[in-house]
């Protein structure tokens, strides 16, 4: 929690910035991208001239094709890739424009609400 360094009180945010902020903060996100081999999937999926199928996409990383799978779902269900399925196959590829948009917005509320708290007065070596 943040202390006013003139008055020892904690700082509160306003109730539109925490609710901000709450609405973009979406766990799903977060889970998605914390994994390395997920974003290792992320960029062979960004990278790729077309969508991908789970065997071509797993040339990227040494994890087990049903491992693989497992992580496209994850990646598909926090809205990070689309999947098509073309008869048997189910084909992924990276919707950039949902991703960027949600990233962009976590920024854009985390800038809002920093703009609205008040300045630290200086610090010196020590934390604020």
Known sequence: MLMSPVMNEPHTQPDDCRTALTEHLRPELFRALCDSNRLTLVARLATATRPLTVTEASTCCGVHISGV???????????????????????????????????????????????RSPAPESCGRRAC
Not at 73 to 92: N, P, S
């Open 69 to 115: 799978s497992r992580h496209l779902a994850m990646l598909r269900d926090a809205g990070v890739l689309r999947a098509t399925k073309q008869g048997r196959e189910v084909r992924y590829e990276l919707d950039s424009a949902a991703l960027a948009g949600a990233l962009r917005e976590i920024a854009d509320a985390l800038e809002a609400c920093r703009a």
